[in-house]
């Protein structure tokens, strides 16, 4: 989900959810983790205003880390952010 308020003030916000499909408590706190490691890199290309809420899959727990960057990377480029 994506949303963004025009000539906004505000710095981009990201928000980042896995529920129990994606496995245990373990594995749903590392693919968390390896979110918000993506997101902090792909945060200075966010427009100002922007609202991104990264919802982690149950097939996330089985990527690395590599294939999680491409997965967000290309979710943001469809949307127009990347």
Same mark, same amino acid.
């Given at each position: 989900m !994506?949303r %963004?308020?025009?000539?906004? $003030? %505000?710095?981009?916000r990201?928000? #980042? ?8 408590? !373990?594995a @749903?706190n %590392?693919?968390?983790?390896?979110? @918000?490691? #993506?997101?902090?890199?792909a945060l200075?290309? #966010?427009?100002?205003?922007? $609202?991104?809420?990264?919802v ?7 990527? $690395?880390?590599?294939?999680l960057e491409? $997965?967000? #990377? ?7 952010i990347?």
């Amino acid at each position: 989900m !994506v949303r %963004r308020e025009p000539a906004a $003030d %505000r710095a981009p916000r990201i928000g #980042i959810t896995a529920g129990k499909a994606v496995g245990s408590a !373990v594995a @749903r706190n %590392r693919v968390k983790r390896r979110l @918000r490691a #993506i997101a902090a890199t792909a945060l200075p290309r #966010i427009p100002a205003g922007t $609202d991104v809420v990264l919802v982690a899959k149950a097939e996330s727990s089985g990527k $690395d880390f590599q294939h999680l960057e491409a $997965d967000v #990377i290309a979710a943001l480029g469809k949307v127009g952010i990347a």
